[in-house]
């Protein structure tokens, strides 16, 4: 599939987001976070539970508005994001075809068409190509294995998207093989196919090899910086040592 290559030299930032909070009625989830990332950055987030990594992703989307700060997309619009969420019991038993899975994530851009077009089908197609999946075009989504279904749900974000992946806690329920080959595939797409990702994740130990740069959430923002900063940072070891040891 040719996707686009995105030219990283003496680039603007595609995202910059400044002094960010996110609140809900029980509180401030997300709390002056400020970051930015270049087209092709690999930005994984980081922190313990209830840090506000999946609040900030919403706050990405547009799924929530901020309380205070700013977030900036530079030639990008929130509906040109593919989103990969974490999955539910529900969503795993989705009564849908393989192909009709994939295509949907051509939905958020193709306004009020009532039929999907021959580029949309021909974008499903080389997206199911690409994540490997073509064989399974017609198949029930529910009856797939863990890792067939994450293969599904990325290739469906591709539909949505050429330069930007959000993934929200891609490995959770996956075994080490179908770890290891999401792994691969993502970083494929962020190596050589340009498209800047930005992963929620518990899997440091892992991701950390294919990330350009990291956001360790705590009640505050607690590190953003490059990945080799963040191995040498002090606020990392403790948390680095825990993760590698449940492994």
Request: net charge positive; proline share 3%.
């Amino acid at each position: 599939m040719d996707l686009i290559k995105i030219n990283t030299e003496n680039a603007f930032p595609i995202l910059d987001c400044n002094n960010l909070t996110l609140s809900y009625d029980s509180g401030i989830a997300v709390n002056n976070v400020t970051f930015n990332l270049e087209p092709g950055d690999y930005l994984c987030i980081v922190g313990e539970n209830g840090s506000g990594k999946s609040t900030l992703i919403k706050g990405l989307l547009g799924l929530m508005s901020a309380k205070s700060g700013s977030i900036k997309y530079n030639g990008l619009k929130q509906n040109e994001i593919g989103y990969l969420p974490q999955q539910t019991q529900v969503q795993r038993n989705f009564p849908a075809s393989v192909y009709e899975v994939v295509i949907s994530g051509c939905l958020n851009n193709r306004g009020l068409k009532p039929f999907y077009t021959k580029k949309e089908k021909t974008r499903c197609e080389e997206n199911m190509r690409l994540l490997g999946i073509m064989d399974l075009k017609d198949k029930s989504y529910k009856e797939l294995s863990g890792g067939q279904q994450q293969r599904v749900l990325l290739a469906r974000a591709l539909c949505a998207t050429k330069r930007m992946l959000l993934l929200d806690e891609p490995m959770t329920g996956l075994d080490p093989i179908a770890s290891n080959e999401l792994y691969r595939i993502i970083k494929k797409l962020n190596k050589e196919n340009g498209i800047t990702v930005i992963m929620v994740t518990h899997d440091i130990s892992c991701s950390l090899h294919d990330a350009t740069k990291v956001l360790h959430m705590g009640k505050d923002m607690v590190f953003f910086g490059t990945a080799d900063e963040y191995r040498k940072s002090e606020v990392s070891h403790n948390f680095l040592r825990c993760s590698c040891s449940n492994h």
